[in-house]
């Protein structure tokens, strides 16, 4: 048994890596996003900076560690034995934690994480401990716990979300009225200014209150303290000094630097803060084990050693931050996390990633109410003067071209960087391991709120993204501590055979992750999705929808097919595939159908027949989706109630009537993919056949109906199919109509060209 505890040390030195990798992969992208969304600066440069920030950061964050060793749980009231076991747990159930978040995309709190990871652990091996004593009972639990210290981390956490939001929310709101969104202009006058308070703020809250929590802090001490007016001011002289010269000699704006410095910073921060969340435990492993073998490897030994302080390795930080720096270049899955902050807080419209849901409708119908209400109390002339500052300018972008653009400015960066950098670093200097995660995604979502990015069009969107991030961050919490309890009770009960089938379970669930996010992140566009027309004239919009009709038809052949055959053969999971393959069809015409505002903007009034032409076609293709989604689902409902089959007679009639559609579906298919639109005249003449086809089943199963027992589930099945598909048929035809109708080969298509605005450098119609 002696060795199993070398064993579990070896196992939690290899976790400590893949916990640096996959807590960084959902931590480390946070203080990314300010830089990536503004486009300021080149992604490249973005992660140079943030890679040094980090690897310095990581050096100086030994005044963190204490947080693992004695800030959850006291120490001498545990054995090394149970110590090596809540270690262990704790780096199990933090790895599985962090990676499924990651593999959903969603940001959570590496802090909250192995916080609540080390109380569960705790809190069941306490109990566990009472359980085994006949004087102790639960009222002793805050023996063994350090309440105190963690009522003030987690009630530290929790604050940080609300004065993180409103700090930021009020620095962009004041930022904004001065600088409106024509900052260029007004930058002339106020942006050296601007420039040199940030860059103090940055410098002064990052580099030196950050450095109370280092073991450097001592030999700057008595420079520093006493003389922080006159850093401050220097530093402001300094720094706009700097920022007027920059401007001067490079032509650009000062507030480059600053989101460079910015991202510097807040990485430093980061790490400083946050790589206690990563080798915080292994490193009080490491150290338990230590003691453990100079005091005669005694198991039931009192770990009362770890109060003590003891300064962090050099080497181990070194290693720590070249890890965290590779995992920042080469880790895709923190790619997907970035991606869902930036999309709740891009200010023009963007593809929502969330669903609006109750409680989000009833956010954003109180705070509207509430705005009108101020507007009221407020004077006219105050509000119009307000209301100018936030007037932005006008470029009209699909959402595609959107989503390419800068998601915000660089005012908004500035302050993300700036507002984050200096809570972050507060919360550092006073030893408390604060949430990076919380602190600059909530300073993102305030200045989002502040510069009216979540407008009347996006709100219920956002809003509801922001509250699936923040009941994530209290699933964190939760799962964390239940998990962490369990994994600690199913190990106390045989480490020697638990701790390695929990391992290997680890292995195969990150596996499993890893390929799971792989294959859905190199996931190619489907062929047969459909494409938004950008065309500018009828014939241009005929030739470039010509591909997505005739991904139409194919689809709408085969989930048709499919719905036919599944009710054939009572086959369950063909009918759900059908629907499956129905929804996504829909979801895509939804798309095309909000493209319609986009296309139509993009017209000169020479052209305004083809939006008419575009609208219709939606509104066909609409109708065509309509009549699937319903079929499908009759028939899947009807299957999985378990009624009776459809008769023999009646599958027969159905799959004529398929057979017919499928001949019609593929000539129009190949009219379209072909563009051979004078084929689609030919094919118009073959409706009569295929309408008094159904119309003849119809007939057929009412005089069935009337002289033959039948299942009324059956009939009412049969009708509902009959009478969809004659619908389904007659949308396809006036589809067909439409192109028919409007196409002329003898004219020559126009299309939209594109121009970059030299001011925004952003694309626009013209």
């Known amino acids: 048994m002696d060795n199993i505890y070398l064993l579990m040390l070896i196992a939690i030195t290899v976790l400590a890596v893949v916990d640096i990798v996959v807590g960084v992969s959902n931590d480390a992208i946070n203080f990314l996003n300010s830089a990536i969304g503004s486009k300021a600066i080149s992604l490249r440069t973005i992660m140079i900076v943030a890679s040094l920030g980090i690897f310095i950061g990581a050096v100086f964050s030994s005044g963190m560690m204490e947080v693992a060793r004695k800030g959850i749980f006291i120490p001498a009231q545990f054995e090394f034995g149970e110590i090596m076991l809540i270690f262990m747990a704790v780096m199990i159930t933090d790895i599985l934690l962090l990676d499924f978040f990651n593999t959903l995309g969603l940001p959570t709190s590496t802090t909250v994480s192995i916080v609540f990871n080390l109380l569960g652990a705790a809190v069941v091996m306490s109990l566990i401990k009472i359980s085994h004593s006949e004087s102790e009972t639960f009222s002793d639990l805050a023996k063994y716990i350090n309440t105190e210290k963690a009522l003030e981390i987690i009630s530290g956490i929790l604050l940080s979300v609300v004065i993180a939001f409103s700090v930021g929310?009020?620095?962009?709101?004041?930022?904004?009225l001065i600088f409106t969104f024509n900052y260029e202009k007004k930058s002339k006058y106020f942006g050296i200014v601007f420039g040199g308070v940030a860059l103090t703020a940055i410098t002064y809250f990052i580099f030196l209150k950050g450095l109370k929590g280092t073991p450097y802090y001592k030999e700057l001490k008595d420079l520093l303290e006493g003389?922080?007016?006159?850093?401050?001011?220097?530093?402001?002289?300094?720094w706009t000094l700097f920022s007027f010269i920059?401007?001067?000699?490079?032509?650009?704006?000062?507030?480059?630097?600053?989101?460079?410095?910015?991202?510097?910073?807040?990485?430093?921060?980061?790490?400083?803060?946050?790589?206690?969340?990563?080798?915080?435990?292994?490193?009080?492993?490491?150290?338990?084990?230590?003691?453990?073998?100079?005091?005669?490897?005694?198991?039931?030994m009192s770990m009362a050693v770890l109060e003590k302080k003891v300064p962090a390795e050099p080497y181990?930080?070194?290693?720590?931050?070249a890890i965290m720096v590779l995992t920042l270049w080469l880790s895709k899955k923190a790619k997907t996390v970035s991606e869902t902050e930036i999309s709740l807080s891009r200010q023009g419209e963007t593809h929502e990633k969330f669903e609006p849901n109750r409680l989000s409708r009833s956010i954003v119908k109180g705070t509207t109410q509430l705005s009108n209400y101020f507007g009221v109390i407020l004077p006219n002339s105050i509000t119009e003067k307000i209301g100018k500052s936030f007037d932005k300018p006008e470029f009209t972008m699909t959402k595609d071209q959107s989503i390419d653009a800068p998601a915000f400015d660089m005012i908004r960066a500035s302050v993300n960087l700036m507002v984050a950098g200096v809570l972050i670093a507060i919360a550092t200097s006073m030893k408390l391991p604060l949430s990076t995660t919380y602190v600059t995604f909530m300073v993102a979502m305030g200045t989002s709120l502040a510069d009216r990015a979540w407008g009347r069009e996006s709100a219920v969107y956002r809003v509801a993204g922001v509250l699936n991030v923040i009941g994530g961050w209290f699933g964190t919490a939760i799962g964390a501590f239940i998990a962490a309890g369990i994994v600690v009770f199913l190990i106390n009960w045989n480490p020697a055979v638990i701790t390695p089938i929990l391992l290997l379970l680890t292995a195969i669930l990150l596996y499993r992750n890893y390929k799971t996010h792989k294959n859905k992140s190199s996931k190619v566009l489907d062929e047969d999705s459909l494409k938004k027309a950008e065309s500018s004239s009828i014939q241009g919009v005929i030739l470039e929808s010509a591909n997505n009709m005739a991904s139409v038809v194919k689809r709408t052949n085969r989930i048709y097919s499919n719905a036919v055959v599944g009710l054939a053969k009572q086959d369950i999971d063909l009918l759900k595939k059908s629907k499956k393959q129905v929804v996504k069809l829909t979801s895509e015409v939804d798309d095309l159908r909000d493209n319609v505002f986009y296309f139509i903007k993009n017209l000169d009034e020479s052209s305004i027949g083809a939006s008419d032409f575009y609208i219709n076609i939606l509104g066909y293709l609409q109708d065509m989706t309509q009549s699937l989604e319903y079929i499908t689902n009759v028939s899947h409902k009807h299957i999985n109630n378990n009624h009776k089959k459809l008769k023999f007679s009646q599958i027969k009639e159905l799959k004529e009537i398929d057979d017919k559609l499928e001949i019609l579906f593929e000539d129009t298919r190949v009219a379209f993919k072909s563009e051979s639109f004078e084929q689609i005249g030919a094919i118009l003449d073959e409706r009569t056949e295929v309408y008094n086809l159904v119309k003849d089943k119809i007939k057929k199963q009412i005089s069935r109906t009337r002289t033959e027992e039948s299942s009324p589930k059956n009939t009412t099945l049969y009708f509902s199919l009959?009478?969809?598909?004659?619908?389904?048929?007659?949308?396809?035809?006036?589809?067909?109509?439409?192109?028919?109708?409007?196409?002329?080969?003898?004219v020559e298509p126009a299309t939209i060209s594109v121009v970059e605005d030299e001011e925004t450098g952003l694309e626009k119609a013209e």
Request: proline share 1%.
């Open 169 to 176: 929310a009020l620095v962009q709101w004041v930022s904004r």
């Open 227 to 238: 003389n922080e007016i006159y850093i401050i001011l220097g530093s402001f002289v300094f």
């Open 246 to 300: 920059f401007e001067k000699l490079t032509k650009k704006t000062v507030l480059l630097v600053v989101i460079a410095v910015g991202t510097f910073g807040l990485a430093l921060a980061f790490s400083g803060n946050d790589l206690v969340n990563f080798i915080g435990v292994p490193m009080a492993a490491y150290h338990s084990y230590e003691a453990w073998v100079a005091g005669g490897m005694d198991t039931a």
């Open 316 to 321: 181990l930080l070194f290693i720590a931050g």
């Open 722 to 746: 009959l009478l969809e598909t004659k619908d389904l048929i007659k949308s396809t035809m006036s589809l067909l109509e439409e192109y028919h109708n409007s196409f002329d080969s003898s």
